[in-house]
Nanobody
Framework: QVQLVESGGGLVQPGGSLRLSCAASGFTFSSYWMNWVRQAPGKGLEWVLGISGGGATYYADSVKGRVTISRDNAKNTLYLQMNSLKPEDTAVYYC??????????????WGQGTQVTVSS
């Protein structure tokens, strides 16, 4: 059974840093794109960044230069390193597995989400 389990969220002051982790199981982790998606209070889902199975990375303009996505395929783990955090980064952060279907951008498995709160 495909599962994604997140950890690392919490409360941090503006300008601080956090690293989120997503432990994956039930599929060949290295073969799939992985993504981080967030939902701020009262807002819809926002794609933040993604990484291919081979390590190519893509970022939303809102976080470019402040965050880094990475993966450790040997440990089946996805990471999100967040630096210079801003109050507008406050959201529930989800890791999501790409479906792997050619020509279709969709996610077939989601983590439970972890709360990140940036406040003084």
């Amino acid at each position: 059974q495909v599962q994604l389990v997140e950890s690392g969220g919490g409360l941090v002051q503006p300008g601080g840093s956090l690293r989120l982790s997503c432990a994956a199981s039930g599929f060949t982790f290295s073969s799939y794109w992985m993504n981080w998606v967030r939902q701020a209070p009262g807002k819809g889902l926002e794609w933040v960044l993604g990484i291919s199975g081979g390590g190519a990375t893509y970022y939303a303009d809102s976080v470019k230069g402040r965050v880094t996505i990475s993966r450790d395929n040997a440990k089946n783990t996805l990471y999100l390193q967040m630096n210079s955090l801003k109050p507008e980064d406050t959201a529930v952060y989800y890791c999501a597995k790409d479906s792997g279907v050619t020509g279709v951008s969709s996610y077939d498995t989601w983590g439970q989400g972890t709360q990140v709160t940036v406040s003084s």
